[in-house]
């Protein structure tokens, strides 16, 4: 540990930093965690039936379901993971900044305002309105699950590596109980909040986010004299690569398997974005169709402002910190952001430093925790509601009993992340995240498009493009690099990789569109086109909406 401390003192300053300050950071910390309890027992108070749990009682402006959206969908992956990005590889880091940002146009274009017509709680009610309902909210639900749980395991594992480092825990034991305090607060947000805890505590997450990042990005401008120029040249210089790190090829241009892999990974995230379940149930939290158009607008402006500034964070930590340090601190360069708030601060020892590492670490730590609510709602709502309420009990439960198996749901889904958690905890969970985008984009996505704009689409479609899809996009990562083969890999002794892209996007999405295609045509069971229309008229006009 010496060792690697003398050779990179920026990391052994941060730690000492972290350590001074260690007071400071737990309180940050603890005061996020109460407030948000706070709100979560207050919402709590006045979720009365289902449409509560579920849909926050759907009396969320446009501009509130915008911001808790933004609260959504950015999560540490965003936050930490692009700053990182660009800061080791410039241009090619910046790529992700514009994938995250066009994905949101799709949302907006094609799903918001009919998904929001069509649906009551969950995707597969938009789906059953026109199939057999037990066979295509089975496939709804367990998709639903497997793309929430694999997006939860690397906000857990991330959340275990983030407070480790800044508590200074290193056993395992220490480690797997910060995982569990995670899960544990998901729990509580979730059963005691529902829809309408859960929405406000990512509306506050996302201020906080949104005014964490505004600080560090002007102090870096600030530092440069608000010259972008200076900026860019600067941190060119700085990351020994010159030129090449402003221009592209330093992480997606070497090869032609790399080439392939970026569109590949842009594909996933610009179409996965429409079809996660955590962003579409929240199109249902707003009064009408209008007010889901105007929470996405809300939503593109607000992220689209913070992307920007991941630019700024991810480039001015080039310009500030050696490469070196930043890769000996987390070889992803997910704690760039954190050592460039300690430096631009005043570095290790300051004030000024301490206290902007310990407000972008609780920023950092609160965007977790709420990704992590949103993302636990998905899958109990679609546990309790699809399958429990409409596949189990056959339409027969009560609400009252739908939202007792939500509660329960959120229980097994927080006991299960946070022993997954535990076992990834020192896991490369980038390839988890692209998983979850993939899968989105390979089996919900093109059921959702086909359901609402093609008529000719049946239940054995469905079941095709969901299954095939979920099955194509996890056999293809299981033997990717992102698992075996590579010093990066989740196992990097293995070698059992013969798909050589690290995203399944660019096979397993035309395969999910082909196989409901396919389905469709090749199926015995005649469409319903009366119920095509009514879908039709519902999803453009809103008449009959919830």
Known sequence: MSAAHAA???????????????????????????????????????????????????QFTGFQN???????????????????????????????????????LVALLLVAEPLRNSGRYTMGDVLAYRMRQRPVRTAAGASTIVVSIFY?????????????????????????????????LMIVYVTIGGMKGTTWVQMVKAVLLIAGTVLITFLILLKFHFNLSDLLGSAAENSGKGKAFLEPGLKYGATSTSKLDFISLGIALVLGTAGLPHILIRFYTVPTAKAARKSVNWAIGIIGAFYLMTIVLGFGAAAILKPGDIIASNKAGNTAAPLAALEIGGGSGSTGGAILLAVISAVAFATILAVVAGLTLASSSSFAHDIYANVIRK???????????????????????????????????????????????????????????????????????????????????????V?????????????????????????????????????????????????YAELEVKSLTGVGAH
């Open 395 to 481: 339409g027969r439960a009560t609400e009252k009993e739908e939202v007792r198996a939500a509660k329960w749901a959120t229980v097994a889904i927080g006991i299960v992340s946070i022993g997954l958690g535990a076992l990834a905890r020192d896991l490369n969970v980038a390839g988890l995240v692209a998983l979850a985008f993939a899968v989105a984009a390979s089996a919900n996505l093109p059921t959702i498009l086909y359901s609402l704009f093609w008529k000719r689409f049946t239940t054995q479609g469905a079941l095709w493009s969901i299954y095939g899809g979920l099955a194509s996009s996890v056999l293809l990562v299981l033997f990717s690099p």
């Open 152 to 184: 939860l395991l690397a906000q857990m594992a991330g959340a275990g590596v983030l407070v480790s480092l800044l508590l200074g825990i290193t056993s395992d034991g220490g480690k797997i109980a910060i995982v569990a305090l995670v899960g544990l």
């Open 66 to 104: 915008g911001l808790a959206v933004s609260g959504d969908y950015m999560s540490a992956a965003s936050f930490l993971g692009i700053a990182g990005a660009i800061a080791l590889f410039g241009y090619d880091g910046f790529l992700y900044s514009i994938g995250f940002l066009v994905a949101w």
């Open 8 to 58: 990179y003192p920026t990391v052994q300053l941060a730690a000492e930093g972290a350590s001074e300050h260690r007071p400071l950071i737990i309180t940050l910390f603890a005061c996020f965690v109460v407030a948000t309890l706070f709100i979560t027992v207050w919402a709590g108070r006045q979720t009365k039936d289902a449409a509560d749990f579920y849909a926050g009682g759907r």
């Open 483 to 531: 698992v075996s083969s590579k010093p990066t890999s989740m196992f990097p002794g293995a070698d059992f990789a013969w798909f050589p892209l690290e995203n399944p996007g660019l096979i397993s999405i035309p395969l999910g569109f082909l196989l409901g295609w396919l389905g469709s045509l090749l199926s015995k069971e005649e469409p319903d086109k009366g119920k």
